[in-house]
């Protein structure tokens, strides 16, 4: 077996291929470009984690790259992909949705193609909750009808999905595509909220708050998304599906401030802001189908993945 995982360097990336050394022993591709939506110092680290393992490749490419992904695909044997590696974030795809939509869209096909020339056992997509948009019913139900993205972001992870399950139709390629809510953990992205506001609240910056704070999100643990991922590599009855990962228990942005001014021991200082364009009022998973296909149910609480969270921004900020 032979794990390529894309955006290996990456928060969920690198979460996943750890949890796949711990569990299997199959082989990993760790896949990345390193780019520059943020420091590339942290996706470094990341890697640092399971750079000397014996049974990880770590390969710095652009997927985009179609005839590197060719001899990438028959010189390792892929027998599974991860894509993970993607463009995320909502609020920097509104005003630079060109490099959304290379790596998300043109990146993924360029990925599926190598795929249907150098066949895979399962092709596991990360889509986002993005792609229900504005008019979804809550809570979202995969089999429902879809909103109007609110983003380009959430438009690119839409048309992936899409590509993916037409390669399904068309080429018989096993994919899946998984939909993860609000991620969270140790390694975070620093453009996330979470980060923002730790940020903010630990060095007693302004804390910058669009709207008043109601927006609810759907934070869900990165081991719980990870073994999502992980049990979709060889879950029977998934393939052509599309699967929510979430937490299914939506949270205030002004609920999560307060939690994190409990785990840091300090007092927020609020700057107002208005609302932002592309930002959903909530997301809220419905993980019946999850729980149905996967056995995924969601392990960790949010007090408990908060604390967590907080320790690791300490030591990770110490040691800078
Ligand atoms: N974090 C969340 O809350 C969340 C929620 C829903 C969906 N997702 C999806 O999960 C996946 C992982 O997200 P993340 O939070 O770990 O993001 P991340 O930015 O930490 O990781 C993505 C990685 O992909 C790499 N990458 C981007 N374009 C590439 C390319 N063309 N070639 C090679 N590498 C490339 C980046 O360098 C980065 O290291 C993404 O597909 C994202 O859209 C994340």
């Given at each position: 077996m032979a794990i390529l995982v894309t955006g290996g360097a990456g928060f969920i990336g690198s979460h996943f291929i750890e949890m796949a050394l711990a569990r299997s022993d199959a082989k990993l591709i760790c896949l990345d470009c390193y780019n520059d939506f943020y420091d590339p110092?942290?996706?470094?680290?990341?890697?640092?984690?399971?750079?000397?393992?014996?049974?990880?490749?770590?390969?710095?490419?652009?997927?985009?790259?179609?005839?590197?992904?060719?001899?990438?695909?028959?010189?390792h044997a892929v027998s599974h992909v991860v894509h993970l590696g993607a463009y995320a974030g909502v609020r920097y795809s509104v005003e630079n949705p060109f490099v959304y939509e290379r790596s998300n869209v043109a990146g993924t096909l360029s990925l599926l193609e190598a795929a249907r020339r150098f066949p895979v056992e399962r092709f596991l997509l990360s889509s986002s909750s993005t792609v229900y948009g504005r008019g979804a019913a809550v809570p979202f139900t995969e089999d429902a009808p879809l909103g109007i993205p609110m983003s380009p972001y959430g438009a690119t992870k839409r048309s992936a999905e899409l590509l993916a399950l037409a390669y399904h139709d068309l080429h018989r390629i096993p994919s899946v595509c998984l939909r993860p809510f609000s991620v969270y953990g140790p390694r975070l992205?620093?453009?996330?909220?979470?980060?923002?506001?730790?940020?903010?609240?630990?060095?007693?910056?302004?804390?910058?708050?669009?709207?008043?704070?109601?927006?609810?999100?759907?934070?869900?643990?990165?081991?719980?998304?990870?073994?999502?991922?992980?049990?979709?590599?060889?879950?029977?009855?998934?393939?052509?599906?599309?699967?929510?990962?979430?937490?299914?228990?939506?949270?205030?942005?002004?609920?999560?401030?307060?939690?994190?001014?409990?785990?840091?021991?300090?007092?927020?200082?609020i700057d107002q802001q208005p609302e932002k364009p592309g930002d959903m009022p909530i997301t809220y998973a419905n993980l019946e189908k999850a729980e149905r296909l996967l056995g995924y149910r969601p392990q960790m609480d949010f007090r408990e993945g908060v604390s967590e969270y907080v320790a690791w921004f300490r030591e990770y900020h110490a040691g800078k």
């Amino acid at each position: 077996m032979a794990i390529l995982v894309t955006g290996g360097a990456g928060f969920i990336g690198s979460h996943f291929i750890e949890m796949a050394l711990a569990r299997s022993d199959a082989k990993l591709i760790c896949l990345d470009c390193y780019n520059d939506f943020y420091d590339p110092e942290l996706k470094r680290s990341n890697v640092a984690k399971f750079h000397e393992n014996d049974r990880v490749e770590v390969v710095e490419e652009d997927f985009c790259n179609h005839s590197a992904m060719l001899a990438l695909f028959e010189q390792h044997a892929v027998s599974h992909v991860v894509h993970l590696g993607a463009y995320a974030g909502v609020r920097y795809s509104v005003e630079n949705p060109f490099v959304y939509e290379r790596s998300n869209v043109a990146g993924t096909l360029s990925l599926l193609e190598a795929a249907r020339r150098f066949p895979v056992e399962r092709f596991l997509l990360s889509s986002s909750s993005t792609v229900y948009g504005r008019g979804a019913a809550v809570p979202f139900t995969e089999d429902a009808p879809l909103g109007i993205p609110m983003s380009p972001y959430g438009a690119t992870k839409r048309s992936a999905e899409l590509l993916a399950l037409a390669y399904h139709d068309l080429h018989r390629i096993p994919s899946v595509c998984l939909r993860p809510f609000s991620v969270y953990g140790p390694r975070l992205r620093p453009d996330l909220a979470m980060t923002v506001f730790t940020d903010a609240i630990e060095y007693g910056k302004p804390l910058p708050l669009f709207g008043d704070g109601s927006i609810r999100r759907d934070f869900t643990h990165v081991s719980d998304i990870c073994a999502g991922f992980y049990a979709a590599l060889s879950a029977d009855g998934v393939v052509g599906e599309s699967i929510n990962l979430g937490h299914s228990e939506p949270i205030e942005v002004r609920a999560l401030i307060a939690e994190l001014e409990r785990a840091l021991g300090k007092k927020a200082v609020i700057d107002q802001q208005p609302e932002k364009p592309g930002d959903m009022p909530i997301t809220y998973a419905n993980l019946e189908k999850a729980e149905r296909l996967l056995g995924y149910r969601p392990q960790m609480d949010f007090r408990e993945g908060v604390s967590e969270y907080v320790a690791w921004f300490r030591e990770y900020h110490a040691g800078k």
